[in-house]
């Protein structure tokens, strides 16, 4: 009878001692609902051992819009400076290439080495940089201090220069947009910026200041937030270029509105924000999962519309490329696994209808130069089309006669009736059939 006491008595001790740990575990994740994760997630040691997937990806959109844009840029025959003002180590330890190296590389194999030349701000990893970059002599200068100790240096860099711009931050706080609005003022000759912008981030450190009573789930373990507590609401203010941001957090928990909603209002908000800067502003959400919440948003702004229709070909290209590797089960970026999915993922993020919205400018107005019609369609579905795509669509309408396409040179050199859709070339409108 005693051992069986025993027994029962040690049963009592196994499930009291299992139902506390699970009781201080459960208090930890609360705990954590109220106050952001500190630790793996704010620090950026570790982050440099391997390059995570979706560090894949933001390098690919970097390497794959370089390439053409110094083919591009090179024709003005001016100076060429790609900043990259959070440049890291160079590399990952596992020996894949950082920003720098990627961008260094794209110059060295460039038409424009000769005008082109890189910039790396880089503070905690600057010795580091200067090791892993040095065989490419007479390519790059390093700024051995921090972002916001350099903006002087920067708008010096950008004077009479071609400049783009490359911000990929450590969390958030740096991003006080302020800086922005000077490098308009930094007399540059054309400018283009390219931001990750962990957005997610950002409302949760909205969350936290504004002292609610639980925080949205972190579904981004593998992202860098702040390094330390001392944030304020001005500097939030700051960086999201007004209070916006407040009146939407609140809206969340007064409201029940969902944060994935939340965090699209806000990255919509950021984007009109950009565009007091920049004549054209697209951003792209870059997500685990269709259904989650983006680990962050890549901006991009120019003044060019041929820089606009550049970054959307090659942002539609990227993102099909992941996803056709992602449907053969060898990434993790997104949870689509089928080929015909790839064309839904991206109109999941910009669920507009291409027709419907031409159909709708048409019954507005009797002509549409095609110039216009596509950047404003650009503007409202991001990357979801290609450029081909859009002539693919444009022509099939035409043969279904619900479009007439005029050109202003109705006939070629050759005296056969044009079908071009070269609108930079000539002026193209299109117009209603009835």
């Excluded at 240096?153 to 947009?177: Q, T």
């Excluded at 009573?213 to 001005?234: A, F, G, H, K, R």
């Excluded at 959400?285 to 919440?293: A, D, G, Q, R, V």
């Excluded at 229709?309 to 970026?333: A, Y």
Aim: glycine share 4%; net charge positive; aromatic share 12%.
């Amino acid at each position: 009878m005693r051992v069986l006491y025993q027994a029962i008595f040690l049963k009592f001790i196994f499930i009291f001692h299992i139902d506390n740990l699970f009781s201080i575990e459960m208090y930890k994740r609360q705990k954590c609902c109220i106050i952001p994760k500190r630790g793996k997630m704010a620090s950026t040691k570790d982050f440099f051992k391997q390059k995570h997937e979706w560090s894949k990806l933001k390098d690919e959109i970097l390497e794959k819009y370089l390439e053409p844009y110094l083919e591009k840029i090179k024709t003005l025959e001016s100076e060429i400076a790609i900043i990259d003002c959070f440049a890291g180590k160079g590399c990952f330890d596992d020996k894949t290439d950082g920003s720098p190296l990627i961008i260094l590389r794209k110059i060295a194999n460039s038409n424009a080495k000769h005008l082109a030349r890189a910039y790396f701000i880089e503070e905690k990893y600057g010795t580091d940089l200067s090791k892993n970059v040095a065989h490419h002599v007479g390519k790059y200068s390093i700024y051995k201090e921090n972002y916001q100790s350099n903006i002087d240096s920067i708008k010096k860099i950008c004077k009479n220069k071609n400049v783009f711009l490359y911000i990929d931050p450590y969390g958030i706080k740096p991003l006080d947009f302020n800086y922005f609005i000077e490098f308009k003022d930094s007399g540059y000759n054309t400018i283009e910026l390219l931001l990750n912008f962990n957005t997610f981030g950002f409302l949760r450190e909205g969350c936290r200041l504004l002292r609610k009573s639980s925080l949205p789930e972190d579904e981004t373990d593998d992202l860098l937030y702040e390094e330390d507590d001392i944030n304020t609401i001005d500097n939030m203010n700051n960086i999201a270029n007004g209070n916006y941001w407040q009146e939407m957090i609140k809206t969340h928990y007064d409201q029940n509105k969902k944060f994935i909603d939340i965090e699209m209002d806000f990255s919509k908000e950021y984007e009109n924000e950009l565009k007091k800067l920049f004549r054209f502003v697209i951003n792209i959400p870059i997500k685990n999962k269709i259904t989650n919440i983006p680990k962050y948003r890549i901006f991009y702004g120019t003044n060019s519309i041929a820089g606009l229709f550049l970054m959307v070909d090659q942002m539609n290209r990227t993102w099909k490329n992941i996803l056709h590797i992602t449907s053969k089960g060898q990434g993790e970026l997104f949870s689509e696994k089928t080929e015909s999915s790839i064309s839904h993922s991206l109109q999941v993020f910009f669920p507009i209808d291409f027709k419907s919205e031409l159909h709708t400018l048409l019954s507005k107005n009797n002509s549409i130069n095609m110039r216009d019609f596509y950047i404003g369609i650009i503007q409202k579905t991001g990357i979801t089309y290609s450029s081909s795509e859009y002539r693919k669509i444009i022509k099939d309408l035409e043969k279904e006669k619900i479009i007439k396409i005029n050109r202003k040179n109705k006939t070629t050199e050759t005296g056969k009736e044009s079908t071009a859709f070269d609108f930079e070339k000539q002026d193209i409108f299109i117009e209603g059939a009835n």
